[in-house]
């Protein structure tokens, strides 16, 4: 069993910044992948971003040249540095850990909400 625990999300102006930690505990396997996924009200959820053990990110063209995911592999954990936020970044932002390739081994935080106010 693996739990995901998110933090960093709030309140920010636009043009503001934030980072999301989020650190996964139990048992994880490698290869694997973690990342952020949002998902705005009425909305579909999304990939954000995401990075594999290995090293390899990947980002949704939306937020490309303003968000940066890492990872620290040793204390299994992923960040997500945000800047220049807009209000359409406005959603709850969901950890995710899986397996590389895909695979049932899939594992999701309970979310955390980022608002950016006009």
């Known amino acids: 069993q693996v739990q995901l625990v998110e933090s960093g999300g709030g309140l920010v102006q636009a043009g503001g910044s934030l980072t999301l930690s989020c650190a996964a505990s139990?048992?994880?396997?490698?290869?694997?992948?973690m990342g952020w996924y949002r998902q705005a009200p009425g909305k579909q959820r999304e990939l954000v971003a995401t990075m594999t053990s290995g090293s390899n990110s990947n980002y949704v063209d939306s937020v490309k040249g303003r968000f940066t995911i890492s990872r620290d592999n040793a204390k299994n954990m992923v960040f997500l540095q945000m800047n220049s936020l807009k209000p359409e970044d406005t959603a709850v932002y969901y950890c995710?850990?899986?397996?590389?390739?895909?695979?049932?081994?899939?594992?999701w935080g309970q979310g955390t909400q980022v608002t950016v106010s006009s």
């Open positions: 139990g048992i994880i396997f490698r290869p694997n992948v």
């Open positions: 995710n850990l899986g397996g590389y390739p895909p695979s049932k081994y899939d594992y």
